[in-house]
């Protein structure tokens, strides 16, 4: 079964950083297209970052030169390295697999940026 | 970028009818690589349609999505309890990925 769990969301001041995790089990992030969305509240759905099967990325101009997308195959695991966080980046982050449009998702880390 | 209008905002409809939700492309979207999203309140998007027309897989054949230019278009044929919800496009064409604002979907 294909599954996908983030983790590492939290409260986080202006201007730091926070590394989110997304576990996969069932497939191998090393083969796939990965990507990470992000759901402000109440809000629709922004794509945020891409890690393709051959390793290279992209990014929103949101959050370009900010925001690293990486990935370790040995735990099958991507993760988003996010740098000078702004209150605007506040949002529930999803982590979803490409393959037929992104056909498998995570549940979701909350990342609240805020004094 | 391509921007993505859906239409309407929020629809009223009573379970046992069709809807029919709608997804306008600024411009083409290449080999109509468009998918169609269901979020439930609290919960992840879930895939209903990709490359315009496909059901994903478990997806009951009462949703069926259509392409025409650059207009898009997934219709339920007759709507269970279960469908009331926010629906989502999303083209994955070209980069960056974009998504349309939603529709609400909600129990006359």
């Known amino acids: 079964e294909v599954q996908l769990v983030e983790s590492g969301g939290g409260l986080i001041q202006p201007g730091g950083s926070l590394r989110l995790s997304c576990a996969a089990s069932?497939?191998?992030?090393?083969?796939?297209?990965m990507n990470w969305v992000r759901q402000a509240p109440g809000k629709g759905l922004e794509w945020v970052s891409v890690?393709?099967?051959?390793?290279?990325?992209d990014y929103a101009d949101s959050v370009k030169g900010r925001f690293t997308i990486s990935r370790d195959s040995s735990k099958n695991t991507v993760y988003l390295q996010m740098n000078s966080l702004r209150a605007e980046d506040t949002a529930i982050y999803y982590c979803?697999?490409?393959?037929?449009?992104?056909?498998?998702w995570g549940q979701g880390t909350m990342v609240t940026v805020s004094s | 970028e391509i921007v993505l209008t859906q239409s309407p905002g929020t629809l009223s409809l009573s379970p046992g009818e069709r809807a029919t939700l709608s997804c306008r492309a600024s411009?083409?979207?290449?080999?109509?690589?468009l998918a169609w999203y269901q979020q439930k309140p609290g919960q992840a998007p879930r895939l209903l349609i990709y490359?315009?027309?496909n059901r994903a897989t478990g997806i009951p054949d009462r949703f069926s999505g259509s392409a025409s230019g650059t207009d898009f278009t997934v219709t339920i044929s007759r709507l269970e309890p279960e469908d009331f919800a926010v629906y989502y496009c999303?083209?994955?064409?070209?980069?960056?990925?974009?998504f349309g604002q939603g529709t609400r979907l909600e129990i006359k």
């Open positions: 490359d315009a027309s």
């Open positions: 999303q083209q994955y064409g070209s980069s960056p990925i974009t």
């Open positions: 979803a697999r490409y393959f037929d449009a992104f056909d498998a």
């Open positions: 411009q083409t979207v290449r080999s109509n690589y």
């Open positions: 890690i393709y099967s051959g390793g290279s990325t």
């Open positions: 069932g497939f191998a992030v090393r083969s796939n297209y």
